[in-house]
């Protein structure tokens, strides 16, 4: 937790340094759409009390919805995200939001055309909400990478392709009603592919 708490120090600090030294940057917003993939392991209780249960089919290319609000120039960007994503499979039913900060570096490869890179940190909440089964949810931190094409439409408007890959730790229970915890959901990793429409203002 101490670390987790530094690193979003550093954050803080970064953003704060840039926004004091690119004071001609525009602001700009974006709405996200794409599909999630998450891995989920189990404990080795919940293995012994399920029969093949495949948790990594809970969310699995399930559609995932965003917002971004960040600052931008021709160099590149920052920005925070919140994103909400839910599944199920199995009888599970799992539902993951993040809230992240990222910065991108530019690569123009024309004069309408970039390519970007570039790290996110941040928070995941898991929310385990099975039919019959007690709600739980955890926190997680979030960490990991994303890269893609953006295409400008207008002075104002752009459109992009995504990828992004996080890792994180958060986990929940598995308790039916009634009787004690079958075992431990922990979401360890997730891609997410994606299109997004940004105007800048």
Not at 26 to 36: H, P, R, V
Request: aromatic share 8%.
């Amino acid at each position: 937790m101490k670390t987790f708490n530094t690193l979003l120090a550093a954050v803080a600090v970064c953003a704060a340094g840039m926004t004091s030294a690119q004071a001609a940057d525009e602001n700009f917003a974006s709405l996200t759409y794409g599909q999630t993939s998450d891995k989920v392991r189990k404990s080795g209780l919940l293995q012994r009390n399920t029969d093949h249960l495949n948790t990594d089919g809970v969310i699995a290319k399930d559609g995932t919805w965003g917002v971004r609000l960040g600052r931008i120039n021709d160099q590149g960007r920052y920005y925070m995200t919140y994103d909400n994503v839910s599944g199920d499979h199995s009888g599970l039913k799992l539902r993951q939001e993040n809230l992240l900060g990222s910065y991108d570096l530019f690569l123009p490869v024309g004069d309408t055309t970039k390519l970007f890179g570039g790290g996110t940190l941040g928070m995941t909440k898991l929310s385990q909400e099975s039919p019959g089964l007690s709600r739980d949810t955890d926190y997680g931190y979030a960490y990991g990478l994303q890269a893609g094409v953006i295409q400008d439409i207008t002075d104002k408007a752009s459109v992009e392709l995504g990828y992004r890959y996080l890792r994180t730790n958060a986990a929940t229970e598995v308790s039916p009603h009634g009787t004690p915890k079958a075992g431990t959901l922990r979401l360890s990793s997730s891609a997410q592919t994606y299109l997004a429409a940004s105007y800048k203002f």
